[in-house]
């Protein structure tokens, strides 16, 4: 009978052991899953079309510690330089994408990194497009956001859009870089 209760007894202070080292498992593996989940970047994605609606690829949106870092992977877009501007509405009306509205301004500047009363935080580099149609790119826009409760955020509000110019961006006149006539756009979300 004595060997029976000290069998037993072990047994209990086994399993309530193993018992207590589950839960403990189950508590580091929910907050594994909360530190991903929090440490985890704010992204968002465009679908970049032209003015018969062709697909030409996606933009992603990543949220960095100074602004969002961009990156393009488009093709069938003609050769050339061409301006690439955020704009103010999420909206990519084709053929002529004045639905995006004007360029992404909430602190009320004008046109261009060379304008000394510029930036628009909508202004973005120029793409440089080869003859095979193809971009293939990634660039810091500074100032802006993904967190949608921020003032700079490109997802607040009617949202923002990506748009693609005819023409270079000469950086500096206003409002839009004597960019040309909008080619794509892809609506950010």
Known sequence: MKKISIILISLTVFVGGC???NKKE??????????????????ATAKVIGANNESYGNAYFEEEDNGVKVTLALSGL???????????????EAPKFES???HFNPTNKEHGSLNPKGYHLGDLPNLEIGEDGT???TFLAEGVTLQKDAGNSLLSG???????????????????GNS??????GVIQ
């Open 135 to 137: 971009v293939d790119l």
């Open 158 to 176: 009617e949202g923002t859009a990506l748009v693609i110019h005819e023409s270079a961006d000469d950086y500096k006149t206003d409002p839009a």
């Open 100 to 102: 995006a509205g004007s």
């Open 78 to 92: 003609p050769a050339g330089t061409h301006g690439t501007h955020i704009h103010a509405v999420g909206k990519c």
């Open 26 to 43: 189950e508590k580091v593996a929910v907050n594994s899953n909360a530190n991903a989940t929090a440490t985890a970047s704010l992204t």
């Open 19 to 21: 018992n207590l080292f």
């Open 180 to 185: 040309g006539t909008r080619i794509a756009c």
